[in-house]
């Protein structure tokens, strides 16, 4: 046999071997791709069959005189020396786990070469398959490492991390090892890309336990039938809203304001050219999101959900028909009044106070149309200039509705603002403490007023 094609048949085989413990990896991580792991084992067997297969004696001289060679070249002391000298180096550089993996490779090796080299080098039939079945070993035992180590770090049980959108790998590895969640960096980076999940990590709060294994990390950073639960209080504005989102899912706000201008599904609503966004209709509630939703997604989902819980009403819709009202004109006064107070009682009162005004053509005069237009954002509390802003949305200067809604209401709300109660009221103040004192006239209402500002005091 020539010495030659026996070393690149040898290289071949750990080239093999290595092609094997890449599928491994992504066999374990991908059931998908067991018919890839199978294939280079068979390729290696293959080879290993071919290699033993000629005559004895022509491989036992064609390697004896390669061997002697080797002997004369001082190979074999010079690949000694280099083992020596890398163990010294990784040593130093601070790789306790590497290095002592290595130095139990280094002394097996040594030991090998003194004791079974030449007689290994005679008998190649016998070696090459040994050789790769120990190189097979020392892979096997990497992949197991790599993938099945528990790393338990002091302290807490549990460790929160967020994981913001637009992060990369290196950015996620850095923060994961910078919190001591993970015990290297290299290794969990090199699974992540090896198993094909970079782009597969999902951009979320996560809570991991104490001792998990780099597998079952990655596992549930790729976790998409993972849910979350999300909660929009009633009286959210859609960039309030948009901080929720970024904050508690991980996702953009910008794009989610983007996704609100959605003319699809504006136009779903009949709204088509009436409203510019989706203020009013992205329903308040407490959603089990999917993980791996994403901004256009939530829009959707939240839109659906009004469709559902206020356009699929049958009560809400009646009392509308009943009282000449649409679906813009019933949300935009929903929203008014889910934000004047979050008593339910006092809903029904103060849209009745509010058709009232509408039917005798009294500007609503409400203080959190104001608040919505006031371009710094809303006040706790209003000067008299601002109630001179010049916008539709401000109802002290203007008559009627503003032309869409100020906040996303409750269901509530809604059905208060197209069934408000009968009574005579114009006009109310808060009491500070918590509810309102409605009055008939303008005299009663500046006496209100006074015994406001006098519990103030």
Same mark, same amino acid.
């Given at each position: ?56 004696? *022509?491989?036992? #001289?064609? /390697? %004896? @005189?390669?061997?002697?060679? &080797? ?6 002391? !010079? ?109 969990? *980076?090199?699974? #992540?890309? /090896? %198993? @094909?999940?970079?782009?597969? &990590? ?6 991991? !336990? ?248």
């Amino acid at each position: 046999m020539n010495p030659g094609l026996f070393i690149r048949t040898t290289l071949k085989i750990f080239k093999d071997l290595y092609l094997f413990a890449v599928s491994l990896i992504r066999g374990i991580t991908d059931s998908g791709t067991f018919r890839k792991l199978i294939l280079p084992l068979k390729s290696f067997l293959e080879k290993v069959k071919t290699l033993a297969a000629p005559v004895h004696k *022509k491989i036992s #001289v064609s /390697i %004896s @005189g390669l061997y002697k060679k &080797i002997e004369r070249s001082k190979v074999l002391s !010079k690949v000694k020396s280099y083992l020596r000298t890398s163990y010294n180096f990784l040593k130093t550089k601070t790789f306790p786990v590497i290095t002592s993996f290595l130095k139990k490779v280094y002394i097996f090796l040594h030991a090998f070469f003194e004791k079974f080299g030449k007689f290994a080098l005679r008998k190649p039939y016998i070696f090459v398959p040994a050789l790769a079945f120990v190189y097979l070993i020392i892979f096997l035992s990497l992949i197991y490492y790599s993938l099945f180590s528990k790393y338990y770090w002091g302290g807490d049980l549990e460790k929160k991390y967020s994981l913001k959108q637009g992060k990369n790998l290196t950015e996620i590895t850095f923060d994961l090892k910078e919190q001591d969640i993970i015990r290297n960096g290299f290794i969990f *980076k090199m699974i #992540v890309k /090896i %198993s @094909g999940n970079e782009e597969n &990590i999902i951009s979320r709060n996560y809570v991991f !336990k104490n001792g998990m294994s780099n597998l079952e990390l990655l596992s549930v950073l790729t976790d998409k039938t993972e849910s979350v639960k999300f909660r929009i209080p009633e009286g959210q504005t859609i960039k309030q809203i948009a901080k929720l989102v970024e904050s508690k899912l991980m996702l953009s706000s910008e794009k989610f304001i983007k996704a609100t201008q959605n003319d699809t599904l504006i136009e779903s609503l009949g709204l088509k050219g009436k409203v510019k966004n989706l203020e009013g209709f992205l329903f308040p509630d407490t959603y089990q999101l999917p993980a791996a939703i994403d901004e256009v997604m939530l829009v959707e989902t939240l839109v659906k959900e009004f469709k559902r819980k206020i356009s699929g009403s049958s009560e809400i819709m009646k009392k509308m028909k009943e009282n000449n009202m649409d679906l813009l004109s019933a949300v935009t006064l929903g929203s008014i009044i889910e934000a004047e107070t979050a008593l339910k009682p006092e809903m029904l009162i103060i849209s009745g106070v509010y058709h009232n005004r509408l039917q005798k053509n009294m500007k609503l005069e409400a203080d959190p149309t104001v608040n919505y237009a006031l371009p710094d954002g809303p006040k706790e509390r209003l000067l008299f200039k601002d109630l001179k802003i010049d916008s539709p949305y401000n109802t002290y200067k203007y008559t009627g509705l503003p032309p869409g809604p100020i906040n996303n209401p409750g269901y509530a709300a809604i059905l208060a603002a197209v069934n408000p109660e009968k009574n005579n009221y114009l006009y109310f103040v808060a009491t500070g403490e918590g509810g309102h004192k409605f009055s008939v006239t303008y005299a009663e209402h500046q006496k209100a007023i006074i015994e406001y500002r006098k519990k103030q005091k």
